[in-house]
């Protein structure tokens, strides 16, 4: 995207500026983007930690990944669970004492 100016300012999509960010006309007429993050008003050649589109489809992938991840481990220690239990010589009154737990 070619850079803009104060008079033909680039084309901005939520995608592409922050929702914390805004443009502002300083006193000498200037286009500025003012950063909303830390990262950026202390360093503007920082890359931005606003929370873009793109950046929180990608937190919220990572959190999915995360959750499948351990539904898989909870699957797998269920199944080692259940198969112990089974293979117990007292599987039977394991299992009643567990139904009579859980209120079955």
Do not use: F
Request: charged share 30%.
């Amino acid at each position: 995207m070619p850079p803009g100016d104060r008079d033909h300012p680039a084309a901005t999509t939520p995608g592409t500026v922050p929702s914390g960010c805004y443009w502002w006309t300083d006193p000498d007429g200037d286009l500025c983007l003012m950063p909303g993050c830390m990262a950026r008003l202390q360093d503007p050649d920082a890359d931005c930690t606003c929370p873009t589109l793109q950046a929180r489809l990608l937190r919220l992938e990572n959190k999915q990944r995360e959750r499948e991840a351990a539904d898989r481990y909870a699957r797998r220690w269920w199944d080692a669970l259940s198969n112990a239990v089974k293979a117990h010589p007292d599987a039977q009154s394991i299992l009643a004492d567990a139904r009579r737990r859980a209120g079955r």
